[in-house]
């Protein structure tokens, strides 16, 4: 009984950790949690290291990040309802036997919930072991629902960034159209990459497409003209996880070191 109750703390901690990294990643419209941002990492070092170069090291570098999160955030949530459903010894049983379904089985009738499809050949015993079923389906819906709104949301970014990088070429770097044009925009997409910054983890076969390296050019090209790469530099401020140096500010920087330390910056995300 001691153990059955321990399972179900875990459970019940499990899952308020991860529902509240979901649901602070996917609608925050703020930096990632820490659960999310770990196995973002992880999962990009793993994949500088193992995947060959070539084009498709480019084209999977973002959607195997993505991939991995979605993956880390559904088994963490179905281990932790089945932990939940432990605390009972016949909370689930099999329809046809009423005999309890054990670990595997609860597990499998946990998945049926989160995928929205029922309890398949299961059922729970009791009307409080059926509430908590119905909350593990609502928990599935919302997962589905915001897991496909906040790829969505990353795809286009992504999308928002390449169309800039490909734009800017077309203006003088000392130009007004570099300055009234060009540079808002670029503070209008650093402000949906602080909401959705796994979009920083897309690269692309065109080097010249690749987000963070493409901000490391653009601040080189203006940096001749003040009054462009003054703009820029607000602009920029705010990306996620670009600071000073300990002990400085990005404002108490030079031109030359504010764009080697965006261009550190950009290392992290270079594939």
Known sequence: MIFQILFGIIGATILIFVLLDFLYTAIGAAPVAPLSQTVARVLWRLFTRVMPEGDARH???GPVVMT???FTWI??????WTLVFQMADRAVVISETEAPAGFARDFAFVGHLLSTLGGGPLETESPLWLILSVLAGVNGMVILTLSVSFVLSTTTTVAQGRGLLTKAPMFDAGSDEMNNVMLPALADLVANLNAMQFALYYSAEDPARRLPGGLVELARRVAPYPEQIRRLRIALAPLPGFDAPEGQTLDALSDAAFIARLDAWA???TV
Do not use: K, P
């Open 68 to 70: 991995g999160i979605a």
């Open 75 to 80: 088994t963490l949530v179905s281990l932790g």
């Open 59 to 61: 084209r999977l570098a």
């Open 267 to 269: 290392q992290r995300y």
